[in-house]
């Protein structure tokens, strides 16, 4: 199983990744355990997820949604959060 996912900050720069376990992912980047873009960019709210049960499909829809231009991104994101709020409290209580 796989997660494809967007965090954004305040500015609503945006970061999409991949990865198998998505609590923990996301906690890295809040707490900035994470090196780099987020980091830098103080990156750290999850504003959209998706489910597979295949890592190779989710890499493929991550190097899809990276191709993609910003409305549209933030069209998906609006889509399932229509709120742009943090998704990680909800995810994490789940």
């Given amino acids: ?3 494809v996912y967007i965090l954004g900050n305040n500015k609503f720069s945006l970061y999409i ?3 198998h376990n998505l609590i923990k992912r996301v906690f890295q980047h809040k707490n900035k ?3 780099g873009f987020t980091k830098k960019y103080n990156i750290d709210r999850l504003l959209y997820d998706e489910f597979s049960d295949d890592i ?3 890499i493929e829809r991550e190097k899809q949604l990276k191709r993609w231009h910003r409305e549209w991104k933030l069209n998906l994101i609006k889509s399932k959060n ?3 709020k943090d998704l990680y409290p909800d995810l994490y209580r789940s």
């Fill in 1 to 3: 199983m796989a997660y």
């Fill in 82 to 84: 229509s709120e742009l």
């Fill in 17 to 19: 990744g991949v990865t």
């Fill in 56 to 58: 190779t499909t989710a």
């Fill in 33 to 35: 355990q994470a090196e």
